[in-house]
């Protein structure tokens, strides 16, 4: 046996006991709650206050009974914050991925997987009280924010559907009826980048006032493509606008208009991921064979040039001659830069078109024993991104995805006022949503150009191109309620509830092996959408089609519809909470709650034994500890949790032709438990200290019957296989003359139902229990530390903040392949406030240029791909406020 190139994993394995012992002593501060933001400061060797809006109203973040961060606008500022990519080390156990313009955030072993139109979030996203349903909404830019909270587990009672893990709150600060207000601020840095934003607060009246915010960037992309340099990724093209206007005619009355859009443009940052990390062979026998020997090898569809990379000691299936051993294999072609996660050498520039509109009414009415609220909003968002399908130099295919969102919410609150011994929040709520997502692939005449060979190589097409078109509707319905009770001064009982009714519908069209040539399919050609669904003509679909209650309906455009059933998912959550007040300055609280992210639809006729995947479910324990010492310079919130999930959502890919489409099922539970910290210490007037910490075992406690990424096992030539190799149930697993060789490391076998006693095995699987959740490190935290120095009329602060984790693993599989290993991060900020109105600041992120991988994901060929974060970036920027 031959093999052309191995590799290491991705990541080093971090193998350090003492490393988790130094974490577990640490981790005996256990987290909660907010950081590092002043507001309300008078004594500038205090810490100041910070609101939050966790029970739905506005209230100290030091007094109620949820985990959550918040972060002031004044501090993302300081911390020159501009997305939620930046988020992380600013809350304890928050990670953050992403692959190209989606935001995968995790929290507490719930990560975000599926981000196409037939599913949901795991992790609620609202901005100014209204709830965005695409994941891509959730790299909107941080511009003239009040605060960005990070609510750490489930929020099912008070905000509701899809809040299974958390929830990401962004409020932008309100128009100012008393006073004009101008602010502008000019960065630049490394990658070309240049950044403005702009504020203009204006007065009409003592009773209205009018509020505009704005922001530019554009920037070169930090993933350089040595092959078209006009491909680099990660580039950015960014314009937003935000103008709003309030209105308050009286002490009761408040009305808040807000509309906004973004826009970006450039080549974006691929779709899934857009860098291979190479893939698994048994190199006896030449085959994939999941987590069996890694090579550097680019094995997507078509990409093959004609050098063999492995030859065959064993002889594979039935032994013919192609398979037989001395033979040679051509797996793919070497992957280019292998490791590198910022240099790439793909042909297809590829592009990004993305737009979110929106539009909100805040209305809310003051009477002495309650207040009235009203929250209406309209969002229009739409998108269009390109990748290279084959992932290199070669011009083979190119993918493009479009996702389209048209939203309506309307939200009506009833909340109390005055300081009785009773206090509630309750409402309904109505959500409805129409998607659209489209995912085609264009095949073209092939170029096969690898660093194996000198002159590139032409050949034919290979496949036909493909199309995978979804029609989701969402209409949700909610009532939902929370009292709590102060039985004394310093005990208060909460608890709260919510029913909601989920109504989906979901259309699916698709051209699974309908064509037969290339040119069948182009990219940006409109597709028929709803025309292809319409009712007239539908027939029972027939033969190889027939698939039962679905219809098939007759198209000249090549496409199979497959209309599904509507479905409705119903779920009740809610809390209960109790907090004790030792002083007024510290505050221990326990409570339960539950979560649930909503079910939906499988597309094409792959999976048409899974249609729907229903609702998963979380159960969350918690106790925790909010602290102030010191005379209000230390706070130190604590909070230590169990989670448990039940039918969760699990992802995997299946083969349609040349390209692979998501299949989500219903098939695991699991657990996780964790202790969180997160401290800040005024020392002095000019220092401040500050960390978090947490410490997270999240593992599935049952996850049978799961399909590798691929390989699941092959079959081998066997002469001493005189007889049928059987399992301990009599199933054949492989016939006289062969061996099955299942995964290494993995409990596989048949799968249950796909065969009997002296029959052959249909399919097989793995069980997965005992894995751990991906994204999920062992431990994470920060530290940070900044000193004002008087400098003339103003302060110069120097700034360092530290971030560091454990690895973690990026599929449930727990592969090496998949594995980010343990790292450290520093970031240096160097702030010069000259006066009250101008201020520099000077920046160095990821000082040691330290590259981490936030983003696995296995796509076709058995290639695993990745995406990377940021590399080193520095800048600096010029701020002018009267604020």
Sequence with gaps: MTLRSKTRPVAPLLRSRLATQIALALGGLATLAPTAATAQQTDPAQLG??????????????????SV???????????????????????????????????????RGVRTENVAVNGDTTIGYFVDGVYKSRAQQALSSFV????????????????????????????????????FETGASLGAGSYGKLRFEGVLNVPLADTAAFRIAAAMEKA???????????????????????????????RELEAVFRADITEQRGNGGSAFGYKQAGTYVHTPSCQQLFNSTLTVINPRGGNRDGVNDCTRTQGAGAGTAANAVGTGVDLGIPIYAAGNVYRIDTDYQTKLNFSDKNASLDLSYRLPAFTLKSITSYADMSSTRDADSDMSASTIAVDQQKTAAKTLTQEFQILSEGSGPISYVAGVYFFKDKLEGTLAQQQFPRVIRSGAIATPLSLPVQNAGFYDNQLPTTDSKAIYGQISFKASEALTATAGARYTRDRKSFKSANTAGALTTASQIYLDTPLPAESVYGSAGTTNCTGSNAIPGYNCIPSTNTLIGLTYDDATFSKATGKLALDYKLNNDQLVYASVSTGFRSGGFNPGQAIAAVRTFEPEEVTALEVGSKNRFLRN???????????????????????????????????????????????????????????TMALLDAKYKSFPNAPLPFGTSVLVTDATATAPQTDANGIVIAPAGQRRIFAPGYNCGVTPGTGGAGQPGAAFSCDLSGKRLPYSPTYQGSVFAKYDIAVGGGTVTPMLAVNFSSGYYGQPSNAEIEKQGAYVKADFKLNWRINDKLSVQGYVDNITDKQTINRFTWGGGGALQVSGAPPRTFGFKLAYSNL
């Design 49 to 66: 206050t910070v609101t939050v809006t966790a029970n739905r109203r506005v209230e100290d973040a030091q007094k109620v009974s949820v």
């Design 69 to 107: 961060t918040a972060v002031t606008g004044a501090t993302l500022a300081e911390r020159n914050i501009t997305d939620l990519s930046q988020m992380e080390g600013m809350s304890a156990g928050f990670t953050f991925g992403r692959s190209g313009s989606d935001a995968r955030p995790a929290i």
């Design 144 to 179: 003239d924010v009040s605060r960005v909270e990070i609510q750490r587990g489930p929020q099912g009672t008070l905000f509701g559907r899809n809040t299974f893990g958390g929830n990401i709150v962004i409020t932008s600060v309100a128009p100012e009826l008393k006073s």
């Design 220 to 250: 070169d992309g930090w993933v350089k493509n040595d092959f078209n340099p006009a491909a680099d990724l990660f580039d950015q093209d960014l314009k937003y606008l935000r103008a709003s206007f309030k209105f308050k005619p009286s």
């Design 633 to 691: 310079t230390l706070q130190v919130n604590l909070a230590a949790f169990q989670n448990s999930y039940t039918n969760l959502q699990e992802q995997r890919q299946v083969p349609i032709g040349t390209a692979t489409i998501s299949t989500i099922f219903n098939a695991a539970k699991a657990k996780s438990t964790g202790l969180e910290a997160e401290i800040e210490w005024r020392q002095s007037s000019a220092l401040t200290l500050g960390g």
